[in-house]
């Protein structure tokens, strides 16, 4: 090169080298959640039982419920059950039906409950999907989504994944390993949807149900974008134990093998109710609905535009905290909460850098143990890059980060928790950071 053509490329050279010190954020798309240009946030639970499964109260009870309550959208989840056929519920053989058939007594007119037999042979036909829709939903302003709970299961231990928007039943198909129920279940479910053009969501349930999901066995799946960081069952372990990772620990886990060394995309955390109990029982410790939920931002409130928005991440998790706004510009992210009055937030920014460090170790030394438990990792997992105070807070991205996401947590406390001494709080969705 002469001296001559080196000065005229030095400027450009300088370029490059600075270009290649600071990666090219400006590449990365803007990502911005907020309630304008006729979008809508929409708050809705995705996971609910009711007495067409092992919920104890009718169907169109917890639709009411979740209505007045001012939700947007209630998913129908029964176990490996759609709300469809002719069905009629023995009181005698139920028990606690009692209560159920009161609660429907005070809230329906007369016309509306079919009662058939007398003592114990006395029958209440369960409503279908369609009778509850045309009576409750609302254009717009409340919709009712048919999806079940696909109940499966290896060994003894359970593998739950719901379906939302579904028209048919999705039987479980069993496997090979924890790993290939999950992908088997949703290769079914993907081939169906690439068939019928259907867009089901299918998310994976509290993978610490019975400690039966690791994040190294979910992590792998192809096409299983979504699960439950947040189920508000009493008996699910969202925290994990001593030896059980909990569910924000394996989220972490997850999502930096699937960018940094799977080449799969982010996985999604979703709250959840998981309804059962929907009557005060002497423990207070019932599986009751309004403990965790999703807020969506959609223009429409329909199915489809539901579930596209959930696979676009527009959309946050919570138990409690509502959010104003999301904004990713490329090169920072901020969260704005809806602050409520007297109430503090603490925001945290977390992700994991990319080149982290891949070694763990097992989290027993009992080698039996060792496949069903999630490994150990290094800190460098789920790094809290940032922590501050306040309803609003903006962490600037380095472009060493594989991921970001958000914690906002409150003050205070959950008013009805699954865990004991839990804050509210919501969970910003990851983005992934373009690398250098
Ligand atoms: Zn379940
Ligand atoms: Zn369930």
């Known amino acids: 090169m002469t001296n001559h053509l080196r000065r005229a490329l030095l400027p450009a050279l300088v370029l490059c080298s600075l270009l290649s010190a600071f990666p090219q954020l400006s590449a990365q798309q803007p990502f911005v959640l907020e309630a304008v240009d006729g979008q809508r946030w929409m708050k809705g639970n995705m996971h609910t039982h009711s007495l067409w499964s092992d919920g104890d109260d009718f169907p169109e ?33 139920r028990k606690g039906s009692d209560k159920a058939l009161q609660r ?13 037999g007398t003592g114990d042979t006395e029958e209440v036909r369960l409503k279908t999907f369609d009778e509850i829709f045309a009576k409750l939903a609302v254009p717009q302003e409340y919709l009712l989504i048919q999806g079940e709970e696909i109940t499966d299961r290896f060994g003894k231990l359970p593998v739950h994944m719901c379906a939302a928007n579904t028209a048919e039943l999705l039987p479980p ?17 993907t081939a169906r949807r690439e068939r019928t053009g259907v867009r089901t969501l299918v998310h994976l349930n509290h993978p610490n149900f019975g400690y039966a ?36 620990r394996m989220w972490d886990i997850i999502n930096s093998f699937r960018l940094q060394t799977l080449q799969l995309p982010l996985m999604y955390g979703l709250g959840t109710d998981d309804g059962h109990n929907y009557f005060e029982t002497a423990s207070g410790k019932g599986a009751q609905p309004g403990r965790g939920w999703v807020v969506v931002l959609a223009r429409t409130l329909e199915p489809d535009a539901i579930v596209e928005a959930l ?49 763990s170790r097992t989290a027993s030394d009992k080698p039996e143990e060792a496949d069903t438990l999630t490994r150990v990792y290094s800190d460098q997992i789920g790094k809290v890059y940032a922590t501050v105070a306040g309803p609003v807070a903006e962490y600037r991205i380095t472009g060493k980060e594989l991921y970001i996401r958000a914690v906002v947590t409150s003050s205070k406390r959950h008013p009805n928790p699954s865990e004991a001494g839990e804050f509210e709080r919501a969970w910003v969705q990851p983005i992934a950071i373009k690398g250098p």
């Open 104 to 116: 429907l007594r005070e809230q329906w007119p007369a016309e509306w409950i079919e009662i058939r």
């Open 213 to 248: 999901i690791t994040a190294e066995q979910l992590m792998k799946v192809v096409g299983e974008n979504f699960f439950e960081l947040y189920n508000g069952h009493p008996g699910v372990h969202n925290s994990g134990d001593e030896k059980h990772a909990g569910t924000e």
């Open 61 to 93: 009870n917890l639709a009411k419920w979740y209505r007045d309550k001012g939700y947007q959208f209630l998913v129908f989840t029964d176990h490996n059950t759609l709300l469809q056929k002719e069905r009629w519920l023995n009181l005698a053989k």
């Open 173 to 189: 198909t069993g496997g090979e390993s924890i790993t290939d129920v999950i992908q088997q279940n949703i290769n079914a479910a």
């Open 311 to 359: 696979e676009a991440g527009r959309f946050y998790s919570s138990s409690g905290v509502s959010l104003q706004a999301v904004r990713f510009n490329g090169s920072s992210l901020k969260v704005e909460v809806q602050a409520e009055a007297d109430v503090q937030y603490q925001i945290q920014f977390i992700g994991t850098d990319r080149g982290f460090d891949p070694e």
